[in-house]
């Protein structure tokens, strides 16, 4: 960020492996899980990956990354006040995440996080809650959906400590 810019560009990148110990296999609790408004938008909480019988099972290794510009409303309520705490919110965010066969190697893990990548973007608005936390409403557009996957086009409302 330029110092005096109103103007804020953020990227982030996220990943994870989990190996299980000994011949165990990984316990659902333990397994990642992607999808809802603080990782990527535009499906519904822990929608993404694996499934049996309508539950989601997570994954044992996964990636999501976003690329965000803030600005300030266009029309400026409140400047110097309460109107300062509201942004806009343009973004646009990718993942994907699947369990491993151990016996096939780096290079298949890394081509199967790379196939089937679900990505959405879309705007909103933003509301800082202190250096903490903040709310989001987002008009959400879903793409790369696989089968499976539930979808949440449209608005989608966000709050949190911890976003992609």
Same mark, same amino acid.
């Not at 929608?47 to 994954?59: A, F, M, N, R, V």
């Given at each position: ?46 929608? *993404?990956?694996?499934?049996? +019988? ?5 994954? +044992?290794?996964?990636? %999501? ?50 196939? /089937? ?14 250096? *903490? %936390?903040?709310? +989001?409403?987002?008009? /959400? ?10 979808? /949440? ?5 966000? %709050? ?5």
């Amino acid at each position: 960020m330029v110092r005096g810019s109103p103007q804020v560009l953020s990227t982030s990148l996220w990943g994870g492996m989990l190996v299980p110990l000994g011949d165990k296999p990984s316990s659902i609790a333990d397994r990642f899980y992607l999808g809802g408004p603080t990782s990527v938008r535009g499906f519904s909480m822990y929608s *993404i990956g694996p499934q049996s +019988e309508g539950d989601y099972l997570g994954g +044992e290794t996964y990636w %999501a990354g976003g690329i965000h510009l803030y600005t300030p409303l266009p029309f400026r309520p409140g400047r110097g006040g309460f109107g300062d705490l509201f942004r806009t919110h343009f973004f646009l965010n990718a993942g994907n995440l699947c369990n491993l066969n151990y016996g096939e190697g780096p290079r298949a893990h890394i081509r199967r996080l790379a196939e /089937c990548i679900r990505w959405s973007y879309g705007a909103g608005i933003v509301l800082r809650l202190g250096n *903490i %936390a903040r709310l +989001e409403l987002n008009y /959400c557009i879903p793409m790369g959906v696989q089968s499976g996957d539930r979808i /949440c086009d449209g608005v989608q409302f966000g %709050a949190g400590i911890r976003f992609l």
